[in-house]
Nanobody
Framework: QVQLIETGGGLVPAGGSLRLSCAAS????????WGWFRQAQGKEREFVAA????????ASAESVEGRVTMSKDSARNAGYLVINNLKPEDTAAYYC???????????????????WGQGTQVTVSS
C-alpha cells in the first residue's frame, strides 16, 4: 500500500511562491507517474501538473502554464511542485497522486491515478 503526504501549503501573498512536497511511503515509486491536482471550495478537482515515471515528460494545465515546475526525486521517494507568481485564483487544496505504470505517458485526469494524498491547503491573499 502506498501512502502520500503533502506538505508546504500555507497563506501566501499574491505574487509569491510556494514549494509543495509529496512524500511517499510503503513502496518505492520508481516506476510511478506523479501528478498534482487542486480543488477549490465548491469546485471539482482539476489537473495542475504531472510527470511521467522517469521524469522525461511533463505537462501542466493552461491556468498555471509558465508558473509551475514539477519534479520527482526517486532517491528520496518524493515529488515536488513549485508555483510562482501565485494568484488568488490559485487558492485551493492541492493533492499529489501516483500511479504505477510502465508507460511513458503523462497522466492528467483524476481517474487515471490510484494513490492520493490527503491534500495541503494553499491560500493566496490579494
Amino acid at each position: 500500500q502506498v501512502q502520500l503526504i503533502e506538505t508546504g501549503g500555507g497563506l501566501v501573498p499574491a505574487g509569491g511562491s510556494l514549494r509543495l512536497s509529496c512524500a511517499a511511503s510503503g513502496r518505492t515509486l520508481n516506476a510511478y507517474a506523479w501528478g498534482w491536482f487542486r480543488q477549490a471550495q465548491g469546485k471539482e478537482r482539476e489537473f495542475v501538473a504531472a510527470v511521467n515515471w522517469n521524469g522525461g515528460f511533463t505537462a501542466s494545465a493552461e491556468s498555471v502554464e509558465g508558473r509551475v515546475t514539477m519534479s520527482k526525486d526517486s532517491a528520496r521517494n518524493a515529488g515536488y511542485l513549485v508555483i510562482n507568481n501565485l494568484k488568488p485564483e490559485d487558492t485551493a487544496a492541492y493533492y499529489c497522486a501516483a500511479q504505477p505504470t510502465s508507460s511513458h505517458q503523462v497522466y492528467t485526469r483524476v481517474h487515471e491515478y490510484t494513490y492520493w494524498g490527503q491534500g495541503t491547503q494553499v491560500t493566496v491573499s490579494s
